[in-house]
């Protein structure tokens, strides 16, 4: 069985531009996100800079903000307030 690899070390991706949202809080509980010179998208724990990165691609990512606008993922908040 193979090793099963999510993300690749962000520390390989080069120079980017992170950034994260302005409601993030001293605590480092924080994604980041990089637009990547192909076009797509590199995701982040803002803690673990070095860490592996998850690479979407824009469209990947366009319809995970949507849904999270639309509320489809609210019952996780309801379960992490436990």
């Known amino acids: 069985m193979s090793m099963i ?3 690749m070390p962000s520390s390989q991706l080069g ?3 992170w950034r994260k949202s302005r409601h ?3 605590s480092g509980n924080c994604v980041e996100i990089a637009l990547l010179s192909d076009g797509r998208v ?3 724990n803002s803690r673990h800079t070095c860490g592996p990165a998850l690479i979407l691609s824009l469209q990947a990512m366009a ?3 949507r ?3 639309e ?3 609210d019952d996780l908040l309801d379960e992490a307030e436990k």
């Open 63 to 65: 319809a995970f903000l």
């Open 67 to 69: 849904s999270v606008k």
């Open 71 to 73: 509320g489809e993922f």
């Open 42 to 44: 590199a995701v982040r």
């Open 24 to 26: 993030s809080n001293p």
């Open 15 to 17: 120079r980017q531009d």
């Open 5 to 7: 690899y999510n993300g």
